[in-house]
């Protein structure tokens, strides 16, 4: 399993998912957004919606009677029926999610700990593949920022 770390120092993460959304799809890839708030999933619904590169982006809510059909699916619960094999987890808190290919944690400041402590934790288990990515004006760039190990912890 890939686990990509995305330290959201500039944008929210309503601003990532349309991008990371859209990168997946493209590659024939299902989607499941997970975040807490309901609040959380009406923004990134907003900006799916408002996404500039395409028209929209097909999505649906968890919970409504076409959620098999829906490329990509906003749920509070980390439950694929949707079948994807790719989830965000958008609001910073790190969720085992059963049967995942790839996992995308966002997170802010407000989370740094916790994703410290995901990376050290994830560094334990077989077969997880951890990626860190920061912004940079605008662009994302893979790997720690002035030397240091990701994400800003000494235990690799």
């Known amino acids: ?3 990509d770390f995305y330290h959201l120092t500039r944008d929210p993460a309503e601003a990532v998912v349309p991008l990371l ?7 024939g890839e299902r989607v499941l957004v997970v975040a807490d708030d309901a609040g959380a999933l009406a923004r990134i619904s907003d900006a799916l ?5 395409a028209p929209f982006l097909a999505h649906g ?6 959620d098999a059909r829906q490329p990509i699916l906003l749920s509070p619960d980390p439950v694929a029926t949707n079948g994807a094999r790719t989830c965000v987890l958008a609001d910073g808190q790190w969720r085992d999610v059963p049967a995942m290919a790839r996992l995308f944690l966002l997170f802010t400041a407000d989370h740094l700990e916790a994703a410290r402590q995901t990376w050290r934790a994830l ?3 077989e077969g ?3 990626h860190y990515w920061r912004q940079d004006r605008g662009k ?3 790997g720690p920022d002035q030397g240091r190990k990701a994400p800003a912890t000494s235990d690799n």
């Open 1 to 3: 399993m890939r686990v």
């Open 21 to 27: 959304a859209d990168k997946l799809l493209a590659v």
């Open 49 to 53: 919606w408002q996404y500039q590169r």
């Open 61 to 66: 809510v968890a919970g409504g009677p076409h």
């Open 123 to 125: 560094g334990q288990r």
């Open 128 to 130: 997880v593949d951890r």
């Open 140 to 142: 994302w760039l893979e």
